[in-house]
């Protein structure tokens, strides 16, 4: 094991800005996406269905 | 039926939208499970570096970032080729699905050796042949992205972003061979096919475990956007119409 404590897991022997700051923002990353994908197609269905439902109304 | 009339089938949309989204959550277990199990040997496994302290633990995403970076542009630029050379439809919008989060990892390739280059080499960024040619790669995807965005007809669009993409495969043997071209500051390659590697097993474990994470949400992000975008280019198709969530 290479700590001790939590404190010296989260100090990462100094070089804490840079290590969290990596996957801190790798981790935003790899997060954001699915949610900006599902958002996507969740907007695509909505217009869609008001398409398909126009579309009945017409007919 | 025989196989390669087996392949034409799912190379349409309306048998490969619900087939892709059969696959999707294996890929996502997949991502995580193997995450996980990269971070823990990333953390907890792997030893502290005898040069580089606890800071070289920004290898275990900075290495497998810059690989799929890599690794999606030949991908993009594979189905770009076929879809330009075999007008397939469904070969282009692959290559738009695997755009945006290739120019992600060019990004978290950049901004994780950022973060490594200031406490290692004292510079955020050097004009380095490595970096200058990751750079110019996520250019590459954003002008790819610009591109498509610009054009209204799909298809034209997919011409025009095929070309880029076609073209811009000559940077990758660039950024990947710049190490050994060029005398650089970033260091030689720690993995190659020819030799054994320069590092600890468990290190090398970490670094393998998080590439292959990446790799596996890469494609699960790949097919949930080459869905959306299937519905939203073929939205006045039947097969749309008649789709259970249409419906719904």
Redesign the interface.
């Known amino acids: 094991?290479?700590?001790h404590s939590p404190a010296e897991?989260f100090a990462?022997?100094?070089?804490a800005?840079?290590?969290w700051?990596?996957?801190g923002?790798?981790a935003l990353?790899?997060l954001i996406?699915?949610l900006l994908?599902r958002k996507?197609?969740s907007e695509?269905?909505k217009?869609?269905?008001r398409?398909?439902s126009a579309k009945e109304r017409s007919q | 039926m025989n196989p390669k009339l087996i392949a034409w089938k799912y190379a349409s949309p309306p048998y490969f939208y619900p087939l892709a989204g059969k696959m999707i959550p294996w890929f996502v277990a997949l991502a995580v499970l193997l995450g996980i199990a990269g971070l823990w040997v990333g953390f907890f496994v792997a030893p502290t570096d005898a040069q580089q302290g606890e800071g070289y633990r920004i290898i275990f995403i900075h290495v497998g970032a810059s690989w799929m970076s890599m690794f999606l542009y030949l991908v993009m630029a594979f189905w770009a080729g076929i879809g330009l050379s075999f007008n397939t439809k469904l070969s282009s919008m692959m290559a738009s699905a695997v755009a945006p989060t290739g120019a992600m990892f060019a990004f978290l390739s950049l901004w994780t050796g950022a973060l490594w280059g200031k406490p290692m080499w004292g510079a955020w960024w050097v004009w380095d042949a490595r970096l200058t040619s990751e750079l110019i790669l996520l250019f590459l995807y954003l002008g790819f992205i610009a591109l498509q965005a610009a054009i209204d007809e799909p298809r034209r669009a997919d011409k025009a972003g095929a070309i880029i993409a076609l073209v811009g495969v000559v940077n990758v043997p660039i950024i990947y061979f710049s190490v050994k071209w060029w005398n650089t500051l970033h260091q030689g390659a720690s993995v190659s096919l020819t030799q054994a590697p320069s590092m600890a097993k468990t290190m090398l474990l970490g670094m393998l475990l998080m590439a292959l994470c990446f790799w596996m949400y890469s494609i699960a992000m790949a097919l949930v956007r080459v869905r959306a975008i299937m519905l939203e280019r073929e939205r006045h198709s039947d097969w749309v119409a008649n789709l259970e969530e249409v419906r719904s």
Do not use: D
Request: cysteine-free; hydrophobic content about 50%.
């Open positions: 094991m290479n700590w897991f990462m022997g100094g070089y800005f840079y290590v700051g990596s996957f923002v790798t990353a790899l996406e699915p994908l996507r197609r695509v269905l217009n869609l269905k398409e398909l």
